[in-house]
C-alpha cells in the first residue's frame, strides 16, 4: 500500500509540476511577465506647435512650401519672399524672430499672436522644415 501512496503522490506531483511548465513549443507563447522584445518609445515632435502657428501665421503668405511668390490679400497684391533661399538663409535667427514679431518690408508683426519662445520655435521649423538645416 505504502509503494501504490509513494506511486500516486510521484504521479501527482509530476502532473502538477508538468502543468506549471510553460509550454512555448505547441503555442509559441511566452510568459507575459518576461518581455522578449523592446517597444520603441513614441518620438516627441517638438515643432508640433510651431507647426501650427506656421500654418495658421505664415502659410497664408509663404504658401506651403515656403516658397512664398506673389499673393493678394486684402485686395493687396504681395510679393513675399522664399523661406527656402535668400535674406531667410542668410539672417541669423536672432534677426528672423526680430522680422516675426516686429514685422517690417510688409510683412505684419506678429507679437500679439506668438512670444519670443514661439517665434524661435518657427524659426527652427522654417530652418529644419524649409532649409534643411
Known amino acids: 500500500m505504502t509503494k501504490l501512496f509513494s506511486i500516486v503522490a510521484l504521479a501527482?506531483?509530476?502532473?502538477?509540476?508538468?502543468?506549471?511548465?510553460?509550454?512555448?513549443?505547441?503555442?509559441?507563447?511566452?510568459?507575459?511577465?518576461?518581455?522578449?522584445?523592446?517597444?520603441?518609445?513614441?518620438?516627441?515632435?517638438?515643432?508640433?506647435?510651431?507647426?501650427?502657428?506656421?500654418?495658421?501665421?505664415?502659410?497664408?503668405?509663404?504658401?506651403?512650401?515656403?516658397?512664398?511668390?506673389?499673393?493678394?490679400?486684402?485686395?493687396?497684391?504681395?510679393?513675399?519672399?522664399?523661406?527656402?533661399?535668400?535674406h531667410a538663409v542668410t539672417h541669423s535667427d536672432q534677426e528672423l524672430v526680430k522680422q516675426v514679431l516686429d514685422g517690417g518690408d510688409g510683412m505684419p508683426a506678429f507679437k500679439e499672436k506668438v512670444s519670443a519662445r514661439e517665434a524661435a520655435d518657427l524659426v527652427k521649423f522654417v530652418r529644419q522644415h524649409f532649409q534643411g538645416k
Do not use: W
Request: charged letters at 15%; one cysteine or more; aromatic letters at 2%.
Open 12 to 86: 501527482l506531483s509530476l502532473f502538477v509540476v508538468g502543468c506549471g511548465k510553460q509550454n512555448t513549443e505547441s503555442t509559441g507563447t511566452v510568459n507575459p511577465a518576461t518581455p522578449t522584445t523592446s517597444v520603441p518609445m513614441a518620438t516627441v515632435d517638438e515643432l508640433a506647435a510651431a507647426r501650427t502657428n506656421y500654418a495658421n501665421l505664415c502659410q497664408t503668405c509663404h504658401g506651403e512650401s515656403g516658397d512664398g511668390g506673389t499673393v493678394t490679400i486684402d485686395d493687396k497684391t504681395l510679393k513675399v519672399p522664399s523661406l527656402r533661399a535668400g
